[in-house]
């Protein structure tokens, strides 16, 4: 089974950028739907990106055009690279692994993922 780890999460101001990087171990990242996750305080886990080879990409609505999700199979390394960031944005992020492929509805869906990571936080400050 596959093992994530997230890192780069951090403290910036409103308007600010930050890049995730989920490092993938124990299996390649190439044979999952892979997403992104967040959850604030006080809040549900919801869905930010997720990617997959085939089926290609989907973003929630709340981050598109300011959130790229990508894949790197040679470092086995999954990322979010977050612009324009606002204190909304503020939660601990998960990088998370679907063994199973997805219908469309699903893709941004936590109960469909199989492997979490432990989460890195981010913090937007206005």
């Known amino acids: 089974q596959v093992q994530l780890v997230e890192s780069g999460g951090g403290s910036v101001q409103s308007g600010g950028s930050l890049r995730l990087s989920c490092a993938a171990s124990?299996?390649?990242?190439?044979?999952?739907?892979m997403a992104w996750f967040r959850q604030g305080p006080g809040k549900e886990r919801e869905g930010v990106a997720s990617?997959?080879?085939?089926?290609?990409?989907k973003y929630a609505d709340s981050v598109k055009g300011r959130f790229t999700i990508s894949r790197d199979n040679a470092k086995n390394t999954v990322y979010l690279q977050m612009n324009s960031l606002k204190p909304e944005d503020t939660a601990t992020y998960y990088c998370?692994?679907?063994?199973?492929?997805?219908?469309?509805?699903?893709?941004?869906?936590?109960?469909?993922?199989?492997?979490w990571g432990q989460g890195t936080q981010v913090t937007v400050s206005s």
């Open positions: 124990g299996d390649t990242v190439s044979r999952y739907y």
């Open positions: 998370a692994a679907a063994t199973r492929k997805l219908a469309w509805w699903s893709r941004l869906q936590p109960g469909f993922f199989d492997y």
């Open positions: 990617i997959d080879s085939d089926v290609g990409i």
